[in-house]
């Protein structure tokens, strides 16, 4: 049994198998999600799992080299823009901003999506991995 940190089995294995430059959505429960790309719905209820839950637990995983974000989060849901800034800075990942309808392009390409409970618009980012390493490693 894990002792702690992301317990979903298919989260788990989607993390896993993502490599450099891959693309992963993390999602309210609202986006339309596409038919051909894996999809990991948390969902329960209204709100459960929170977005600022499932993004920090995904940040908290894998290495983060670029976020997209849809450009209407800042006007809309400017409180949500700001705890998932709060969230990506200590990634240092770069954060580029897209009109909504380009983001949902971009899913389209996505290696999977993680659809949380969360009932706040645009709450949407797509990561994408980086690496964990660089250079020579010593051994």
Known sequence: M???GILNGQLLRVLGETG???LLLV???GMP???D???VDLSLVPGIPAYTDVLQAVVDDIM???AFLAEEVKTISPK???KILEILKPTGCEIEYVPHVELKQIMQTTRACIRSGEFTGYANVILQ???SYGGDAER
């Open 37 to 39: 790309v894996e999809r």
């Open 80 to 82: 949500m823009h700001a």
């Open 27 to 29: 999602s309210d429960a």
């Open 129 to 131: 991995a980086g690496v």
């Open 33 to 35: 999600l596409p038919k």
């Open 64 to 66: 983060v080299e670029k």
């Open 20 to 22: 450099h430059k891959d």
């Open 2 to 4: 894990l002792k702690g």
